[in-house]
């Protein structure tokens, strides 16, 4: 990869899991009343054909991992367990109250936070109280996140028997230095076991997340790490930039400093290695930042052209609605987004008070729906069209130039009324969508608000 460009094209930007970015909503347009009426709107168009996707947030963790960016809570008080799922169940009875019918579910998905940090029996009294007064809709598709030095064989027979056959494990990295500086020490042996449990149990698709540009990580500790990966011949892997981003409160990046980090050219001389190695293992990229095997339903969803965005990440299938449960949890609408309260004590409290817990969120007007769709096709297609009734909007030409200087660098070409990313310019697919971000374009933030693009 350039050099040159790598330094053109380095800059703070957004992941796009959703389109406006959070930084950008528009909290003075935004109410719950207008919130939940788009819940309701979009409830009535969608369960009954696609079904609706659910994302749960358990925020403990028993350690602090410095690499994270996460909303959690440290602690070992595992008798704080059963509250919290009993005010997530009373969450989701708030969000049933406003539908006429059983919801449907897609997709679930626990994040974290630690999910594995609650044991066998709770989580599984959890996922029986979601589904108590709601369906499966076809092909359903139950994941979680597992620690693996805390993920044990009855987490996952217990949540193999709800209906879960998904499960993606935190690597990030096997080399004992930078394994001490983000403070996540785990042994290879234990990965290895539990990714064979996983499969033992009956889980069809197990992944990993490994991450590069991490402190104190070289090419050769990439090296070492993709060679285990492929050891264990996960299905799917996430293998993605670390974003510093020690100002976020609270998110806990402290344990190193930043002359500790590889530079921008290190970053990406990782990636490209990385990317070589999975790629001769039979590894196909997968929109950003992910890989899957030919056999994964991530890949079979790229091909087909079905692979969506939000803010889970990439999923095989699409729904239009995302309802997020759980301190800090963000839900998509599809008309509008809706994050909840941080605080543990204050989501319980609005909860039995009967309140959806939304502390902010942003309604999408008709401009914003259009450019969120070239970003989503951008992300998940590396492609996207307009024309004079289809996707265009009324400040295109000013974005038309950013995308001929990006045509000029071979990162995209500009054919009739449509764009496509080149191989060159994938790794650069974020900055792509910047020049599309109008919110971007019109509030250029005095300082920065996202980690860097490359």
Known sequence: MSTSLVNKYNIPGPRYTSYPTVPYWDNTTFSLKNWTKSVQQSFEESNNTEGISL??????????????GCHKRITKRHELEMPYIRTVLKEWQ???????????????????????????????????????????AENCELSFEGHPNNTTREHLQALYDVGFRRVSFGVQDYNETVQKAINRIQSFENVKYITEAAREVGFTSVGHDIIFGLPFQTEEAVINTILKTKELL???????????????????????????????????KQYEIGKKLLSEVGYVEIGMDHFALQTDSLYQSMKNKTLHRNFMGYTASKTQMMIGL?????????????????????????????????????????EDEIIRQHILNLMCHFETNWDQNHLYFDTFPETLIQLR???SDALLEISGFGIKVTKKGQPFVRNICMAFDLHLQRNKPETSLFSMTV
């Open 55 to 68: 994302y749960i947030h358990l925020p403990f963790c028993e350690s602090m991992c410095t690499f994270c």
């Open 326 to 366: 759980g301190v800090s949890s963000i839900s998509d609408s599809w008309y509008g987004f809706a994050q909840n309260v941080k605080g543990i004590e204050e989501y319980q409290h609005l909860i039995n008070e009967g309140i959806i817990p939304v502390y902010r969120g942003h309604i999408l007007n008709q």
């Open 94 to 136: 708030l969000y049933l109250n406003l539908f006429e019918t059983k919801p449907k579910i897609k997709e679930l998905h626990l994040g974290g936070g630690t999910p594995t940090f609650f044991s066998p029996t709770n989580l599984e009294y959890l996922i029986n109280g979601i589904f108590w007064h709601a369906e499966r």
């Open 405 to 407: 200087e990006m045509e």
């Open 234 to 268: 996960p299905d799917r892997l996430a293998f993605y930039s670390y974003a510093h981003v020690p100002w976020q409160k609270g998110n806990g990046q402290r344990g190193f400093d930043e002359s500790n980090l590889p530079t921008a050219e290190q970053k990406r």
